[in-house]
C-alpha cells in the first residue's frame, strides 16, 4: 500500500470516532449564568444534536480555564454567550488568543452592554466594536422600535453560506438587533453579514458607521486554520430570534456554526508525491526532465470527507524566485479525494527548488504542502556526443586534419624534386672536376 493511501485510512479512521467536526467535539459555552443558557435552549440542543459535547458554564465561575495545567487544550471550541460580564472565568484577551494560536475555534457575541475584555479581544483579530451602550438603528426597515433591523447583505463566499442564502431569489432577511462594528480589511478577515443601507450605529461616533462599513457578523481564519466568528448580538443566537417567523435566522446561525465549529469547508491535503514521468524516484531529480507531480485534495462537507473540485489549484517550482507557476489538472477523484496532477518538465537550472501548492481560498482552510527537491545538473557523460551547432568547429578541425596531410604530402614531394638534382650535383662537380683533370 502506498504512503498516501495510508494517509487517507488515517483520516477515515479519525472520523469514525468523532463528532461532525474535524477538530474535535468538546465545546465549552459561557454564560452569564447557567440558568441563563435555557435562553439560547434551541441553538445548543442543535450543537448537541450535531454530536458536540457541551460544558455550560457560568460567567462567574473561577474554576474554567481553556488549558490544562500542562498546557493542552481543555476544549476544541468556545462560545461566548456572556458579552456583559466583567470576569469570563479565568479567561483573559491573552489566554484566550493563545486558545485561538493553539487551533481553538471561537464565537465571540457581543451586546450593547459590551465588557472591555471582549472589547480588546475583538481589536486582536481586526474588529473594533461601537462604543458601549450603542445599538445599530433603522428608521425605514427596522421592527421593535427601530432596532430589530434586516439585513440581507451576505458576503458572498459559499464556503461559509450555503446556497439557500446566497442563491435564493427573495430568501427573507437575517434578523439582527444589538452593537455594530467597524472591520479592518483583511484577506484572513470577511465580514460576514453588513447591515442594510439604512441602518445606523447610534448613538453616532466621530466618523459614522453605517451601511457596508457597519460589520454585524465578521468571521476570522487564522493562517492555522483555526476560526473565529464575531456576532454584536446574542440576541442572534437565542430562541426569540432563531424562532421568528419570515427570517433566515435559523439558517445563518446553522451555517455560521457549522464553518466555526469545522463541520465545513475545511481542507486536507495529502503530502505532494512526484515521480519521474518515467517511472522511478531519485534522489535528484536531473535538469529538465519530465516530472509527475499529485496531490490529494478532500473538503468536509454536508458531513463527509468529498473530493474536492476546483480549476485553480497551483504548483509552484520555487528557487528565490517561482520558475514554474501551473495549474494541476484533476485526473481522477476516489470517493473521498481528488486528485490533481501536473506533467511538468523541471526547469533547466540546476539547485535546490522548493516545490509547493500553496492554495488558500477565502472560507475554505488554508492548504500548504510543500517538498524540497534538489535538481543536479547533466553528468559528464549524459551531454549529447554531437551537438549540431557545433558542426563548422567539426568542420574546421578536419579540414585543417586534410589540410595538414596535403601540407606534408606536398612538401614531401616537392622536397625530393629539389633533392634528387642537388646530391649528383656534389658527384658531378667531382666527376667534372676529375673530368677537368683528365682534360687538363
Ligand atoms: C465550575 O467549573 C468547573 C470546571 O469547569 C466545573 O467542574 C464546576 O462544576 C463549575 N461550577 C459550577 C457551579 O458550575
Ligand atoms: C457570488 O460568487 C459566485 C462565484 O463565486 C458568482 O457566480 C456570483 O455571481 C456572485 N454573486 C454576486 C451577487 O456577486
Ligand atoms: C492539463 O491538461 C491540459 C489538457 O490536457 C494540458 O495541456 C496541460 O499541460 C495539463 N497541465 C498540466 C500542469 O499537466
Not at 240 to 249: H, M
Not at 343 to 360: A, E, Q
Not at 381 to 396: H, N, Q, T
Amino acid at each position: 500500500m502506498r504512503l498516501h493511501q495510508w494517509f487517507w485510512l488515517a483520516l477515515g479512521a479519525t472520523r469514525l470516532c468523532s463528532a461532525l467536526s474535524a477538530a474535535g467535539e468538546r465545546v465549552l459555552v459561557m454564560v452569564p449564568t447557567v440558568d441563563a443558557a435555557s435562553e439560547y435552549s434551541d441553538f445548543l440542543d442543535s450543537l448537541t444534536q450535531r454530536g458536540f459535547d457541551l460544558s455550560v458554564r457560568g460567567a462567574s465561575n473561577t474554576s474554567v480555564a481553556l488549558h490544562n495545567d500542562d498546557s493542552t487544550r481543555e476544549y476544541d471550541h468556545a462560545i461566548l454567550l456572556a458579552p456583559a460580564a466583567r470576569r469570563l472565568g479565568a479567561l483573559s484577551p491573552r489566554n484566550i488568543v493563545r486558545f485561538v494560536n493553539d487551533g481553538g475555534n471561537l464565537i465571540v457575541a457581543a451586546s450593547s452592554d459590551i465588557s472591555d475584555t471582549l472589547r480588546s479581544l475583538a481589536t486582536q483579530f481586526g474588529v473594533e466594536f461601537a462604543k458601549r451602550k450603542s445599538r445599530i438603528v433603522d428608521h425605514v426597515h427596522g421592527t421593535a422600535g427601530h432596532t430589530l433591523v434586516p439585513s440581507s447583505h451576505y458576503a458572498n463566499t459559499s464556503a461559509v453560506l450555503s446556497d439557500l442564502l446566497l442563491a435564493a431569489q427573495n430568501a427573507p432577511p437575517v434578523y439582527f438587533e444589538g452593537i455594530g462594528h467597524r472591520y479592518k480589511e483583511s484577506p484572513l478577515l470577511i465580514p460576514l453579514l453588513t447591515a442594510p443601507r439604512s441602518a445606523y450605529s447610534s448613538p453616532p461616533e466621530d466618523s459614522v458607521l453605517s451601511g457596508m462599513s457597519l460589520g454585524l457578523v465578521s468571521v476570522f481564519q487564522t493562517r492555522t486554520n483555526a476560526r473565529v466568528a464575531f456576532s454584536g448580538s446574542t440576541a442572534l443566537f437565542s430562541n426569540r430570534l432563531l424562532r421568528k417567523k419570515d427570517a433566515a435566522n435559523r439558517q445563518f446561525v446553522t451555517d455560521l456554526s457549522q464553518w466555526v465549529l469545522q463541520e465545513k469547508a475545511v481542507l486536507r491535503a495529502s503530502p505532494l508525491r512526484h515521480a519521474l514521468a518515467a517511472g522511478g524516484r531519485p534522489n535528484h531529480y536531473r535538469v529538465a526532465s519530465d516530472v509527475v507531480f499529485e496531490i490529494d485534495l478532500t473538503e468536509l462537507r454536508d458531513g463527509s470527507w468529498q473530493p474536492y473540485r476546483a480549476h485553480d489549484v497551483q504548483l509552484e517550482a520555487i528557487m528565490l524566485d517561482p520558475y514554474i507557476r501551473t495549474t494541476l489538472n484533476q485526473s481522477s477523484t476516489s470517493s473521498i479525494y481528488g486528485t490533481y496532477r501536473g506533467d511538468i518538465r523541471l526547469p533547466d537550472r540546476y539547485g535546490t527548488f522548493t516545490f509547493r501548492v500553496n492554495y488558500k481560498r477565502p472560507g475554505l482552510s488554508n492548504v500548504d504542502a510543500q517538498d524540497i527537491v534538489g535538481i543536479r545538473p547533466l553528468r559528464h557523460d549524459e551531454y549529447p556526443r554531437f551537438l549540431s551547432a557545433a558542426y563548422p568547429y567539426y568542420a574546421s578541425s578536419f579540414v585543417m586534419i586534410l589540410a595538414f596531410l596535403a601540407l606534408s604530402a606536398v612538401w614531401l614531394w616537392s622536397a625530393e624534386k629539389k633533392t634528387a638534382p642537388s646530391a649528383p650535383p656534389a658527384s658531378a662537380s667531382k666527376s667534372s672536376k676529375a673530368k677537368k683533370s683528365k682534360k687538363s
